[in-house]
């Protein structure tokens, strides 16, 4: 999952700060299955995300 995320989404955007440990599984009690958690952490990668939401 996270290598993916790093050669699909964070190379392909040129996400400055992405890191492969910016992100984790978070296993609980109230789901059999894992749940991916992600830091987006520095203002410019989150404002790449920005930039795409938004239309125009």
Same mark, same amino acid.
């Given at each position: 999952?996270? *290598?993916?995320?790093? &050669? =699909? /989404? +964070?190379? &392909? #955007? &040129? %996400?400055? !700060?992405?890191? %492969?440990? !910016?992100? @984790?599984? #978070? @296993?609980?009690? *109230? &789901?059999? @299955?894992? /749940?991916? /958690?992600? !830091?987006?952490?520095?203002?410019? !990668?989150?404002? /790449?995300?920005? =930039?795409? +939401? #938004?239309?125009?």
């Amino acid at each position: 999952m996270f *290598e993916a995320f790093a &050669s =699909r /989404v +964070a190379v &392909s #955007l &040129s %996400m400055q !700060d992405f890191g %492969m440990d !910016d992100g @984790h599984f #978070l @296993h609980g009690p *109230e &789901s059999q @299955h894992p /749940v991916y /958690v992600g !830091d987006i952490g520095a203002a410019t !990668d989150f404002g /790449v995300f920005i =930039r795409i +939401a #938004l239309p125009g």
